[in-house]
T-cell receptor, first 115, second 115 residues
Framework: DAGVIQSPRHEVTEMGQEVTLRCKPI?????LFWYRQTMMRGLELLIY????????DSGMPEDRFSAKMPNASFSTLKIQPSEPRDSAVYFC?????????????FGPGTRLTVT | AQKITQTQPGMFVQEKEAVTLDCTYD???????LFWYKQPSSGEMIFLIY??????QNATEGRYSLNFQKARKSANLVISASQLGDSAMYFC????????????FGTGTSLTVIP
């Protein structure tokens, strides 16, 4: 079975540009999470969806960040305009809801560099 | 209050020795799940072990075991017979039904195995 798929794996962009990160969760999973990881702040939850509905977006740092999940098999995280401080590894993870006993499956991450 | 606390930023262990990584959690739910993840230098997040709040036995997965002390709200990871490949960041996480089955991660412990 394919795991969580993220694209692109690496993104280098200039400040001010729009960046779109993509995620395909594991088939059958109905819970999707977006995380950001940096050395300074560690692993931060940005937003998560259950059944395509955003449940908690309190971790989204600013209005420059937006996330959508138009269907069960696809989600995007968009940064517009991007800034150097957005440089980080962005992980998408999926799981099954409800289910306290179900772990999250992480994608390989997208390494974003904003110059 | 932090949901997950990992108080050891860095740990060292001699190869073939056992090591315990500490994790305490905070929840008022009766039903919840506890997880450990490993993140090697390559960056992927690897699920290691799960413990349910109602499980009476400590979880074990190969060389990994989870020392679950419910009254103390601790879920320490024990790695036996450490190997060089165990050098990585280790994250403790909790999933609770309140708030839509969100996952909470600790700040991680960096483990270095010394030959």
């Amino acid at each position: 079975d394919a795991g969580v798929i993220q694209s692109p794996r690496h993104e280098v962009t200039e400040m001010g540009q729009e960046v779109t990160l993509r995620c395909k969760p594991i088939s059958g999973h109905n819970s999707l999470f977006w995380y950001r990881q940096t050395m300074m702040r560690g692993l931060e939850l940005l937003i998560y969806f259950n059944n395509n509905v955003p449940i908690d977006d309190s971790g989204m740092p600013e209005d420059r960040f937006s996330a959508k999940m138009p269907n069960a098999s696809f989600s995007t995280l968009k940064i517009q305009p991007s800034e150097p401080r957005d440089s980080a590894v962005y992980f998408c993870a999926s799981s099954f809801y409800p289910g306290q006993g179900i772990e999250q499956y992480f994608g390989p991450g997208t390494r974003l560099t904003v110059t | 209050a932090q949901k997950i606390t990992q108080t050891q930023p860095g740990m060292f262990v001699q190869e073939k020795e056992a090591v315990t990584l500490d994790c305490t959690y905070d929840t008022s739910d009766q039903s919840y799940g506890l997880f450990w993840y490993k993140q090697p230098s390559s960056g992927e997040m690897i699920f290691l072990i799960y413990q349910g709040s109602y499980d009476e036995q400590n979880a074990t997965e190969g060389r990994y075991s989870l020392n679950f002390q419910k009254a103390r709200k601790s879920a320490n990871l024990v790695i036996s017979a450490s190997q060089l490949g165990d050098s990585a960041m280790y994250f403790c996480a909790m999933r609770e039904p309140t708030g839509g089955n969100q996952f909470y991660f600790g700040t991680g412990t960096s483990l270095t195995v010394i030959p």
